[in-house]
């Protein structure tokens, strides 16, 4: 059918072909699916792929294959278009059937015109996400996925992001293909939906801002300030319903950087409609906001997109069932006892020494959200570090350590500027119907480090009191309420919560613990920057592997145990029914499950829960101490 690289050069081509083969047979758009996935099952064949995350867009080829990691930002209205369309020669009447699917612009060859009346045509619809890069995610992950690529790419000399004349005339400055000229008209059945940009577009800087209070109409909408990278519209074509804001997506698909993007929103006064103009009833500032010019935010059509269990490039994609993951997760778990014990000592020493401190921060880092019980989130586990020193560098060391061991964080210094000036609820903007994204807008397992030596004194104006209150709720229920301005929308999360502090933390946390260091070093900053160089790059990635790895595992209790846990609970309480409470017992079990759980233990022995008490009464004892000597602390 074609050669080794059509595939990813020319995926319409491949499409084409199957089409002409199965037009007649309702099933193409099946064998469209299968072809491709079955080419990316082939050895490392997902390598050979450009990426939108690591390659500049100049550098890709228009209508080639390429992929993107992404989290869904937003979800713009299904939009109708044309599947298959029929074009007619005026002069020989000869007729030629088209698909539209894949397709931003409809193709028609010379002296042709498309059939707008044709029995033949088929409207469908698709989805269209707004994708931007995954927020926070650790430069290790992107060189880790750099690395991998095999893709081979050189600057474009097809892509031109220039003026054009419209699509009805024989223009030269249209002809994408010089080769073999065409007119093309768009795809979709409303033009005001499917395929229009904002006038003229001049490449801005892919910066998200750092402060404003309402993005521009071009802003990329990025959820945390100063990232960078592209932003997508994804056209996804099946089974949309499975995905949903905030996913963390793999697309595969086909690349649409079309300049007549960018005209068609100039000339939609009627004439190049093709449909009533009276149906384009888009806002300016809405039709800019979901059609910027294709330069800036370009179009992925996609052939496959799925979910991703993680976003470890050093896993496989999925660890749930596969013969690759229970082979990978297998190999592994003899490796888990010394690596845990590796990592421990490792943490011991950025924690200058204190260990008890470094079990519990390895038991944050594996804690994942696995289920609720009505609104209570099971399993996550907020921890406070109270005794950081004020005024150092201390913390930030910390948290670039944390960057180099997760895929996806990010540093909120709760500074008194951050706190009224940062947007940490996402927002529907009505006049442009898009969703105004916020700092607390992040995706599954994102490690939020949140900073409170860095606080100082002055007023919270009342954006500061409701950053407040989001970011307890988050802690507390696991969710964020989204602001629809009339009400308040529920979006539940997953989100890793570290908190550094001076004292015991203003926010909510389900563990503190006081830092005692154990080794004061005369130069904590070069200190540590010593002990993260020293650390070998495979043994690193060891604890990469593990942390992601742990999240993931299967947990149960068996009914020996979980009776004799319950008679242990009745005999502690025995002689002081006020020395624990259910609360503490419910403490005791999550750190006891991911005891067990952190050195590969799938279930509760007797033993990780007597080590699951004592360090509880450790802890304990010593957040006790640390009021006595605060005694202003609650």
């Not at 030596?453 to 409701?466: F, K, N, R």
């Not at 301005?485 to 979006?491: A, C, L, V």
């Not at 242990?568 to 029914?577: A, N």
């Amino acid at each position: 059918m074609s050669s080794a690289q059509d595939w990813l050069s020319n995926p319409l081509g491949i499409v084409q072909s199957i089409f002409d083969q199965k037009s007649t047979n309702l099933e193409w758009e099946k064998t469209v699916v299968t072809y491709f996935k079955e080419k990316l099952q082939e050895n490392d064949a997902t390598n050979w792929v450009p990426s939108l995350n690591d390659v500049p867009l100049h550098y890709l080829k228009p209508n080639s294959l390429v992929k993107f990691r992404c989290m869904v930002q937003d979800m713009f209205d299904p939009e109708f278009y044309m599947g298959v369309y029929e074009t007619v020669d005026p002069n020989t009447k000869a007729r030629v059937l088209h698909f539209g699917k894949y397709r931003d612009i409809a193709e028609c060859g010379p002296q042709q015109e498309v059939d707008l009346n044709s029995n033949q045509s088929v409207t469908l619809e698709r989805q269209t996400l707004y994708c931007v890069p995954v927020p926070g995610e650790s430069a290790w992950v992107k060189e880790t996925h750099a690395r991998a690529s095999q893709a081979r790419v050189s600057p474009s000399t097809s892509y031109m992001p220039c003026r054009h004349k419209r699509s009805f005339e024989e223009d030269e400055d249209m002809d994408m293909q010089p080769h073999k000229q065409k007119e093309q008209l768009p795809a979709g059945s409303s033009v005001c939906s499917t395929a229009q940009a904002s006038g003229e577009s001049k490449r801005l800087e892919r910066t998200a801002p750092s402060g404003q209070q309402r993005p521009s109409p071009l802003d990329l909408n990025f959820p945390l300030p100063g990232e960078k990278g592209p932003a997508c519209l994804v056209k996804v074509y099946e089974n949309w319903d499975c995905f949903k804001v905030n996913d963390i997506l793999e697309v595969y698909g086909i690349l649409s950087v079309d300049p007549a993007l960018s005209v068609m929103n100039e000339e939609r006064d009627g004439s190049f409609s093709l449909v009533d103009p009276m149906t384009c009833v888009d806002t300016t500032e809405e039709q800019r906001v979901h059609s910027p010019p294709a330069s800036l935010v370009p179009r992925l059509h996609a052939l496959l997109a799925h979910k991703l269990d993680h976003s470890n490039p050093l896993l496989p994609v999925s660890l749930q069932g596969g013969e690759e993951a229970k082979n990978y997760a297998a190999s592994f778990a003899s490796e888990l006892p010394a690596v845990r014990a590796e990592l421990l000592g490792f943490l011991t020493h950025v924690l200058l020494g204190d260990s008890l401190a470094a079990e519990y921060l390895i038991l944050h880092l594996i804690s994942t959200v696995y289920a609720r019980r009505d609104v209570m989130p099971l399993g996550k586990f907020t921890l406070n570090l109270s005794g950081c020193p004020h005024n150092s560098n201390y913390t930030e060391h910390v948290y670039h350590i944390i960057q180099q061991l997760v895929p996806s964080s990010y540093r909120l210094c709760m500074t008194l500027h951050n706190m009224n000036s940062l947007r940490f609820i996402p927002k529907k903007d009505y006049a442009a119907n898009r969703l105004v994204s916020g700092v607390l807008q992040l995706g599954r397992n994102t490690s939020l480090f949140v900073d409170e030596t860095v606080l100082e004194q002055g007023q919270l104006d009342t954006t500061g009191v409701q950053n407040i209150t989001a970011l307890g709720n988050l802690i507390t229920w696991q969710k964020v309420d989204y602001d629809f301005n009339y009400h308040r929308m529920e979006f539940p999360c997953n989100i890793n919560v570290l908190i550094t502090s001076e004292g015991r933390s203003l926010l909510p946390s389900d563990f503190q613990v006081p830092l005692q260091p154990q080794t004061v070093p005369p130069n904590t900053d070069e200190y540590l920057t010593n002990l993260q160089a020293a650390l070998p790059p495979s043994l690193l990635n060891k604890f990469r592997v593990y942390l992601t790895l742990l999240k993931t595992m299967e947990y149960h209790i068996s009914d020996e145990v979980t009776k004799a846990v319950e008679d242990d609970f009745v005999e502690m309480r025995k002689d002081d029914p006020q020395s624990i409470s259910a609360e503490d017992f419910h403490r005791m079990l999550v750190v006891a499950r991911l005891l067990s759980l952190s050195v590969g233990q799938a279930t509760l022995s007797w033993e990780r829960w007597l080590r699951a008490k004592q360090l509880e009464v450790l802890r304990t004892s010593r957040t006790e101490q640390q009021k006595c000597v605060n005694g202003n602390e609650p």
